[in-house]
T-cell receptor, first 112, second 112 residues
Framework: GEDVEQSLFLSVREGDSSVINCTYT??????LYWYKQEPGAGLQLLTY?????DMKQDQRLTVLLNKKDKHLSLRIADTQTGDSAIYFC????????????FGRGTSLIVHP | DGGITQSPKYLFRKEGQNVTLSCEQN?????MYWYRQDPGQGLRLIYY???????QKGDIAEGYSVSREKKESFPLTVTSAQKNPTAFYLC???????????FGSGTRLTVV
């Protein structure tokens, strides 16, 4: 079955780049997602990437996929205090029931 | 604007009571999901429904029940059989694709 692992905490200074990492186990065709959760709120889909892609960029966000190592990363450029949140990585098999497996989330803390 | 509405935002349950959490979407999404989130944990799937009048158990369905009589609505009942119901409950929906979930803002349930 699928398993998604993330480190639990990351602390960065405002203006620096943040890199949040995730590893997954399934080697089939798969979709990989990054969600953001602010305190007391639901999750917001930030971006997704299909497993035949290496990189996806959207404004300050860059997603890198290393298929060989089954490693996914989310880079946030020029990190702001408003980026402080929990970031979840998730994986869903293509052609299946589309139910993703979520990691436990990485809590990003941004210092002024 | 389209979205998912969960209500109430906060809910208190006495021992032995059943309570129902509401989830309504106007996105015309076929599939809807209920997740439970505990502090420091990832999301655990309770129930999901991919079409009206049909639903499937997730990983932690015991002590919960659902119905899907309308496409727009997927209420979750937390029964007295659920021994540890205090948690944050999230409802989500998605189209018949892998493009990611739309989440509601959550209901925080507390046993008093």
């Amino acid at each position: 079955g699928e398993d998604v692992e993330q480190s639990l905490f990351l602390s960065v200074r405002e203006g620096d780049s943040s890199v949040i990492n995730c590893t997954y186990t399934d080697s089939s065709s798969t979709y990989l997602y990054w969600y953001k959760q602010e305190p007391g709120a639901g999750l917001q889909l930030l971006t997704y990437i299909f497993s035949n892609m290496d990189m996806k960029q959207d404004q300050r966000l860059t997603v890198l996929l290393n298929k060989k190592d089954k490693h996914l990363s989310l880079r946030i450029a020029d990190t702001q205090t408003g980026d402080s949140a929990i970031y979840f990585c998730a994986e869903a098999l293509s052609g299946g029931s589309y139910i993703p497996t979520f990691g436990r989330g990485t809590s990003l803390i941004v210092h002024p | 604007d389209g979205g998912i509405t969960q209500s109430p935002k906060y809910l208190f349950r006495k021992e032995g009571q059943n309570v129902t959490l509401s989830c309504e979407q106007n996105l015309n999404h076929d599939a809807m999901y209920w997740y439970r989130q505990d502090p420091g944990q990832g999301l655990r799937l309770i129930y999901y429904s991919q079409i009206v009048n049909d639903f499937q158990k997730g990983d932690i369905a015991e002590g919960y029940s659902v119905s899907r009589e309308k496409k727009e609505s997927f209420p979750l009942t937390v029964t007295s059989a659920q021994k540890n119901p205090t948690a944050f409950y999230l409802c989500a929906s998605q189209t018949d694709s892998n493009y990611g979930y739309t989440f509601g803002s959550g209901t925080r349930l507390t046993v008093v």
